[in-house]
C-alpha cells in the first residue's frame, strides 16, 4: 500500500486532523494562487477595467467550480466509506463509476456553460466597458472544465485515501507554472485577460497530470475494465451524494450573482474595490475548507469502520481547532490587509485610494466575522462525511435566501455599506441550519462497534 496513504480510524483525533490538514491548506493556497496572481497580473497590467472584468466572472466561474467540486466530493464520501471498511473492490467499482459519470457532467456542463455565459452576464448588468473581457475570460474557463474535473476528481481520490501530501505537490508545481505562465501570455505576448485565463488551465493539467501518476502507483485501486461499467445501484448512490452537494455549491452562487447584481450598480471603483477583497477571500476561507476536506476524510473513514465515539471525539476536535486558526487568521488580515490589498490595485492615485478604502473595509467586515464562516465548514463537512448531503443542501439554500435577501433590501437602508454584511448573514443563516440538522443526524448514528461486540 502506498506509504502516503493514511488510515484515520486509529490514533488521537485532533492531531489526525490537523495533521491531514496542514497539506491540504498549504495546497488551497497555492490552488488560489491562480486566482490571486491572475488578479495581480490583470490588476497592475491590464487596469482597473480589465480587474472589474475578472470580478464580474468571480460568481458565476464559481459557480460552475463548485457543480464541478460537489460531485467530486460526494463521489469521494463513499470512496472514504470503502476504504474505512477496507472493503476495496467496492472502492475500486467506486472510483470507476465516478470516472465515468464525471465524464458525462463534463460534457454538460461545457456547452450548458457556453450557452448561459452572455445571457447571464446581460441579466447581472454587467457595464458595457468590461462586458467583453468578461465574455472572453468565461467561456474560456468553461471550455476547460474537463480538466478542472480531471484534477478535482483525482484530488478526491487521494483525500479519501488519506492523501493530503500528493494534492499539495501538485498544487505548488501548477502554481509555478501558472505565474510563469501569467507573465508570459500577458505581459510578453500581450493575449490579454484571455492569456490570465490560458495559464490557469494548462496549470490545472500540470495538477491532475501529476495526481494521476500517483494514483495508477496505488496497488488497492488498480482498476479493471468491469469497475468502469455502470451498475444503476452504485451510480444512483453516487448522484445521490454528489447532486445535493452540486446543487448546494450551485444555489450559494447564485446568491453571489445577486450580489454581483447590486454591486455592478455601484460602479467600476466600487466593482474592483470589491473584488480585490474577494480575491482575498480564498485565502481567508482555504484553512477552512481544508479542515472541512479532513472532517469529510475522518468522518468517512470512522464511519465505515463503525467508530461512531471517534466521529464526535473528532467533530469537538476540529472545532476548537478552526475557531483559534480563524482568529489568527483575522488578525493577520487587519494589520496587513491594506499592504496586500494594494498589491491587486493600480490607476491614478485618487483611483487607487478610492478602491483601497471600499476594499479594506469589506475586508475588516470579513475578518471580524470569520469565525462563524470556519464553524460552518466544520458542521457541513461533518454531516457530510457521514453521508448525508441533503441536509448540507438545506444549509446552502438558507446561505442563498440570507445573502440574497440582504444584498437587495440592506443597501437601501444603509447603501453601499449594506453589501458587505451579505455574505456575513448568509454563513450565519447556514451554521444555524447546521448545528441543529449535526445535533439532530448525530443521535441517529448507530452505536459504537466496540460497544456493539462487547
Known sequence: MNSKIKNMTQGTPGKLIFAFALPLMAGNIFQQLYTVVDTMVVGKFLGVNALAALGASDWLNWMMLGIIQGFAQGFGIKMAQDFGAKDYHSLRRTIGHSVIISLIFSVVLVILGQMITKP??????????????????????????????????????????????????????????????????????HWGIAGAAIATLIAQVVSGLYCLFYILKIDIIKLTKADFYLGKSLSFKL????????????????????????????????????????????????????????IVTYVGQNLGAGHTRRIRQGMRSALVIAIITSLFIAVAMLLAGKLILSCFISGTPQEIKETLKIAYLYLTIMSVCLPIL????????????????????????????????????????????GIFFAEILAWTGAVIVLVISYLFIIRTLPADITDRTS
Open 239 to 294: 448522484l445521490y451524494l454528489g447532486f445535493p452537494m452540486a446543487f448546494q455549491n450551485a444555489i450559494i452562487a447564485i446568491g453571489g450573482m445577486v450580489v454581483q447584481f447590486v454591486v455592478n450598480g455601484f460602479g467600476v471603483t466600487f466593482i474592483a474595490g470589491f473584488t480585490a477583497t474577494n480575491k482575498l477571500y480564498v485565502i481567508l476561507e482555504s484553512a477552512a475548507i481544508s479542515y472541512g476536506y479532513a
Open 120 to 189: 447571464v452576464l446581460v441579466l447581472l448588468q454587467t457595464p458595457d466597458t468590461i462586458l467583453q473581457d468578461t465574455i472572453l475570460y468565461l467561456r474560456i474557463m468553461f471550455l476547460g472544465i474537463p480538466i478542472v474535473m480531471f484534477y478535482n476528481l483525482l484530488a478526491c481520490i487521494l483525500r479519501a485515501l488519506g492523501d493530503s501530501r500528493t494534492p499539495l505537490y501538485a498544487m505548488i508545481i501548477a502554481s509555478i507554472v501558472n505565474i510563469l505562465l501569467d507573465l508570459l501570455f500577458v505581459c510578453v505576448f
Open 374 to 417: 470556519y464553524i460552518l465548514h466544520i458542521f457541513r463537512s461533518g454531516i457530510q462525511g457521514m453521508g448525508n448531503t441533503f441536509l448540507p443542501m438545506l444549509s446552502g439554500i438558507a446561505e442563498f435566501i440570507m445573502r440574497t435577501v440582504t444584498a437587495m433590501f440592506l443597501p437601501i437602508v444603509l447603501g453601499e455599506i
